[in-house]
Each structure stands twice: as C-alpha cells, then as structure tokens.
C-alpha cells in the first residue's frame, strides 16, 4: 500500500514516551512495536514513565482537582513511577489518531489488533493488565521482575545478573512474522523476478512434447476421475507421479487389481 506507515514513522510516535524507561523496559518497548508492526498493527506508547509529581497530579484528578477519576494510584503505587510499565494505544493509518478499539483489525487478518499486540507482549515478557481479576487495565503492560511497587518505592531492584539475562533474551528475539512482499527492495524485486524465469525456463526444458506411451492409460484414469483436466504439457515426474498414483488405485482404476 502506498500510504502505509513505515516503521520508522511508527517508531518515531514513540521514542519520547519510551525514552525515560529503565533499560530492559525500554528494549522491550521497542521491540513491540517492531513485532507488532510486523504484524501490521502499528501502535503507539502512550505512557511510559510517570514521575510521581505527575501521578500525584493525576491521582488528584477526580478528587481534588475537577475531571474524571482515573487511576487508584497515588504517586509511587503505579509501576509507571518507576519506569517499567507501558501503555499503548493503536496508531491509526493517518499516523496521527489512535484508537482504544478492541475489536478493530485494522490490518483485515481476522484477529483483532488488539490481541495480536497482546500475544506479541506476552511473547516478549510483559504482563497484560487484561488479565488482572478486579481492574482490568487493557493498554497496560508491565515487567516487574517479581517486585511489588511497596518494593520500589523501598529501593530494592532486579539484580544486574537478572538484568543482564533479561536483555540477552531480548536481543535474540526476533519477530513472529515477517513483513510480506510490499518491502521487498528494487534489487530483491529483480533478483526474485530472475530466479522465477529460470524456474519457468527449467520446467518448460522438462517437458516432455507428448504423453509418454507408459503413462497414457494413467492420464486417461485421471481425467475419468475428474482429478485432471489436461495430461499434455507435463513434465517426466509428472507423468510419473500419475502412473504411481493410478497403480495405487487412487483414480479408481479400470481394469486394475481392485
Ligand atoms: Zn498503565
């Protein structure tokens, strides 16, 4: 499609909201949106960091300040105070909105954007807050390494050993699926176009002009059973196969051992 977003776009609406992350969080980040962009769902971060002044901030709202309430967090409850949460919402082809849409599919495979972006966090290694029992916080992903924000907020961290293990595991991801054919370069483009015309090439030096005499009964079968609409044309394998496939009985052959 011409005016597709191009990673690098998508990567672009994110990089100041991913940028205040710890580091493991941050690569994690990253990668979801190339995986997910992979599976031709661009999203965007919406939240990345949240200093506690800000969360105070909006804590607040709802309460003492006018607006709707929403968070139950005070500042330093969120895991988002201390870099390793996310939010996300889907960016949509205009590269500007976005959109909350669970069920939209924007990329028109049968699944929903949002599940797709979903099974790519989980496979990278953050926890969804859809499946948290009381509130389900469906934008949310964190990775918390087992520590509760009580936590944080006391000063304990991962261990630079499970650090260290979590970004090798990061750095050998690579995407579940592969952009189709629209990315191909001019020069892949031409060489897949050249090796198509060489397999044209050989299989047109294999054909054999006429249906070979030992394979005319096979083809005759074939046809009768409806499994074939033309025998001429094919290859030696071909009319091989079609021999095989009539001695095993599979065209239901006439005069063959039942
Ligand atoms: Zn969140």
């Known amino acids: 499609m011409a005016n597709k977003l191009t990673l690098d776009q998508v990567r672009a609406k994110s990089a100041n909201r991913i940028a205040g992350l710890s580091d493991v969080q941050r690569k994690a980040a990253e990668l979801l949106i190339d995986f997910a962009y992979a599976c031709g769902v661009p999203i965007v971060i919406t939240q990345g960091l949240r200093t506690i ?3 105070n901030g909006l804590y607040a709202q709802g309460r003492t300040k006018p607006g709707q309430i ?3 967090a005070r500042g330093g409850y969120s895991y988002h105070n201390f870099g390793v949460a996310i939010d996300f919402a889907l960016l949509l082809p205009d590269g500007k909105n976005v959109s909350w849409d669970m069920q939209r599919d924007g990329d028109g495979d049968g699944i929903a954007d949002w599940d797709e972006v979903v099974a790519e966090a989980k496979r990278i290694g953050w926890n969804w807050g859809g499946d948290w029992r009381s509130f ?3 934008p949310h992903f964190e990775m918390t390494f087992g520590l509760s924000t009580a936590d944080y907020r006391a000063g304990k961290r991962p ?3 499970q650090l260290n293990a979590s970004m090798a595991k990061l750095d050998a991801f690579k995407p579940n699926k592969t952009e189709d054919d629209d990315e ?5 483009k031409a060489a897949f176009k050249a090796l198509q015309d060489r397999v044209v090439a050989l299989e047109s030096t294999n054909k054999l002009a006429k249906v070979p005499a030992w394979a005319e009964q096979a083809c005759i079968n074939a046809k009768a059973a409806g499994l074939l609409d033309t025998a001429n044309d094919g290859s030696y394998d071909f009319y091989r196969l079609v021999t095989i496939l009539d001695r095993a009985g599979v065209f239901g052959a006439k005069g063959g051992v039942a």
């Open 53 to 55: 002044d800000e969360q």
């Open 70 to 72: 929403v968070t139950n």
């Open 136 to 138: 389900r916080d469906y």
């Open 159 to 161: 261990s630079q050993a």
């Open 184 to 188: 191909m370069t001019t020069e892949e």
